[in-house]
Structure formats: structure tokens, C-alpha cells
């Protein structure tokens, strides 16, 4: 009893040779069989993908190339390119906004100083005492470069 299918009728070996035997290719000769695709023509298939892949990423380096903005984007070149036409979007033109401000005027510096020495004075309600002003002051000016 045979186990494995016999071969279809159709097919032809490759290396077919006198009954039982298989063909040595004489030296020199290719070692490819007949029906492979010649080396050249492999050749010429990997050199053409890679010609392909080379016009591609030009293809994508070129494009970007030309969507990115030739100037810097500096914020006075940004504001005359994105201005808005007029009536531009604001509370209040630079004349009134200074008459608001100088008619609502915020706290003054000895308000804000009054406050501040409060709190030094009461304290955070931390078991640990809040530092001095001389301390918050030379830590601030030790910070700037």
C-alpha cells in the first residue's frame, strides 16, 4: 500500500535525466533551471523598485518642501499675515481700555503691600512660620538669571 499520491501526468521534473538518474549541468553552465526568471532580468526588477522608491520620497520631500512657509513665523510676521478684517474682535480699542482702567483702578501698590504684610503677620495656618519678605525677596532675585 502507497501512502503519497504518484505524480500528476502533467508534471515534468526538472532535472530529468536517463531513467532514475538526475542531470549534472555541464560546468560553467548556469545553475538555474529553465524555468526560473533569468538573473538579469532580477536584476533589472530590484533596480527598478528601487528607482521607484527614490522618485517616491523626492516626490513626498518635494511637495513638503513647497507646502512649508518660506518666512519664519515670528509673532510680528504672524500678525500681519493672520490679521483679522476689521471690526477686529476686541473689548475696547487702546484709548478706551486706558480710560476704563484709569477709571477703575485696581488696588495700588500699598494696598497690595498691606496685604502682604498680613500675611506675614497671621501666618498661613501651617504649623511652619511663613518665610520673611527679605527671605521671599532674595530667593526671587537669586532665581533670575
Known amino acids: 500500500m502507497n501512502m503519497t499520491r504518484g505524480l ?3 508534471t515534468k ?7 532514475g538518474r538526475w542531470v549534472v549541468p555541464p560546468p560553467g553552465a548556469e545553475h538555474v533551471e529553465r524555468r526560473d526568471a533569468p538573473m538579469r532580468s532580477v536584476g533589472k526588477g530590484i ?3 528601487v528607482f521607484a522608491l527614490v522618485v517616491i520620497v523626492a516626490g ?5 518642501s513647497a507646502i512649508k512657509p ?3 513665523l515670528t509673532a510680528h510676521s504672524a500678525a500681519a499675515r493672520f490679521s483679522a478684517p476689521p471690526p477686529r474682535l476686541q473689548v475696547a480699542g487702546p ?3 486706558v480710560a476704563l482702567e484709569k477709571a477703575h483702578a485696581g488696588p495700588g501698590e500699598a494696598a497690595i503691600t498691606s496685604a502682604m504684610d498680613r500675611v506675614v503677620q497671621d501666618g498661613w495656618a501651617d504649623a511652619a512660620p511663613p518665610p520673611s ?3 521671599v525677596a532674595m530667593h526671587r532675585a537669586q532665581a533670575v538669571p
Open 47 to 49: 533596480g527598478w523598485i
Open 13 to 19: 521534473p526538472q532535472r530529468q535525466g536517463a531513467p
Open 133 to 135: 519678605r527679605n527671605d
Open 8 to 10: 500528476h501526468p502533467e
Open 60 to 64: 513626498v520631500l518635494i511637495f513638503t
Open 95 to 97: 484709548p478706551e481700555r
Open 70 to 72: 518660506r518666512t519664519p
